[in-house]
């Protein structure tokens, strides 16, 4: 079972639709969990970090933290073009930095 | 600040050659971390620095692959010798404990490509 684990998509919505992307992790005692985008050809570039249950918001984004479903989501309202990219779920099992990657869903806006 | 630098950009080599990978991080960052990414595998992490000293090294590959950071401002990812199978991009990340988490800053990667 890998630890950190996506949907690889791609996930196609349409232009002002909502964009829910899921990631289930496997250590129970994971502490902090980061959303990041990549363009392509590009690096990693960190959008939402959370580490309670329930949801943050940020602008357009909120992120969703289920610690006993062990289960967190993004969600992307109002989704616009310039946010297709490939997003990536991180989790830090034992908040020392060392972050664990999913594979990444790939979300494509149409408009 | 500039952020992560990387170099080269790109590299272009033949099986069995060495090659050398650099990054700085941002200065003041006391993690440092070496990332691989392929289509298959995703972003894999190889190794990573706290102050200059080599934490984990669980994932490095083999032991073609070494890491060294010498100094706070400077490390090196040195492969040989380089097989096709290595072609990925590579990443550095520098990080700092900040706001309570650890927020990691990318570098703009290195393509390698081993012919």
């Known amino acids: 079972q890998k630890e950190v684990e996506q949907n690889s998509g791609p996930l196609s919505v349409p232009e002002g639709a909502i964009a829910s992307l899921n990631c289930t992790y496997s250590?129970?005692?994971?502490?902090?969990f980061f959303w990041y985008r990549q363009y392509s050809g590009k690096s990693p570039e960190l959008i939402m970090f959370?580490?309670?249950?329930g949801d943050k918001e940020d602008g357009r984004f909120t992120a969703q933290l289920n610690k006993a479903s062990q289960y967190v989501s993004l969600l992307i309202r109002d989704s616009q073009p310039s946010d297709s990219a490939t997003y990536l779920c991180?989790?830090?099992?034992?908040?020392?930095?060392?972050?664990?990657f999913g594979q990444g869903t790939t979300l494509q806006v149409k408009p | 600040d500039a952020g992560v630098i990387q170099s080269p950009r790109h590299e272009v080599t033949e099986m069995g050659q060495e090659v050398t990978l650099r990054c700085k991080p941002i200065?003041?960052?006391?993690?440092l971390f070496w990332y691989r990414q392929t289509m298959m595998r995703g972003l894999e992490l190889l190794i990573y620095?706290?102050?200059?000293?080599?934490?984990?090294d669980s994932g490095m590959p083999e032991d073609r692959f070494s890491a060294k950071m010498p100094n706070a401002s400077f490390s090196t990812l040195k492969i040989q010798p380089s097989e096709p199978r290595d072609s990925a991009v590579y990443f550095c990340?520098?990080?700092?404990?900040?706001?309570?988490?650890?927020?990691?800053?990318f570098g703009p990667g290195t393509r390698l490509t081993v012919t």
């Open positions: 990340a520098s990080s700092l404990l900040d706001r309570g988490f650890y927020e990691q800053y």
């Open positions: 250590d129970r005692g994971s502490q902090s």
């Open positions: 959370i580490y309670s249950n």
């Open positions: 991180a989790v830090d099992s034992s908040n020392t930095g060392k972050l664990i």
């Open positions: 200065s003041g960052h006391d993690y």
């Open positions: 620095f706290n102050n200059n000293v080599p934490i984990d």
